[in-house]
């Protein structure tokens, strides 16, 4: 399966797939290292509607993994700040290397528009992977939606 995705741009016709992208990583992807009560305040945090979405992609540009025309991965990028917004994969995809081209994806474009230094406050879910692939462990962080605090770690990578 891996084999056919294609690695693009997102369109507005992505943006319903992302919201499920995200809730399944968030509620199926992350059951190992946050609560339940933390998943549940984390997929609340943004609308599981292709118009909220839709609308991100106006905010950040969006790469995203697709496999027979739907999304099943996607990266939002900051370039202003040189961050990585979000990263979210489908949970049956999880480390088979999706995540990682699309990072790869994201700093060829943040390089060409000049970023030299990426950041990210990553989940439990993605930091080892990100430290296993040369990003600088930065500190602990945490980040409070509804109610729950969700622990984080800041990392950054030279480009």
Known sequence: MIERIVYREAMPRDAADQAEVFHHAVMQGAAGYYT???REAWVVALPRDAEAWAARQVLYPTLV???DGR???FCELDPDAGRIETLYVWPSLAK?????RLLEHAEGEMRQRGVTCMRIEASLVLADALMRRDWAHQGEDW???GGEHLPRVRLSKSL
């Open 65 to 67: 993994a697709v496999c």
């Open 96 to 100: 088979r290397g999706v995540g990682s």
């Open 143 to 145: 980040v409070e939606r």
């Open 71 to 73: 999304c099943v991965g």
């Open 36 to 38: 339940l009560a933390q």
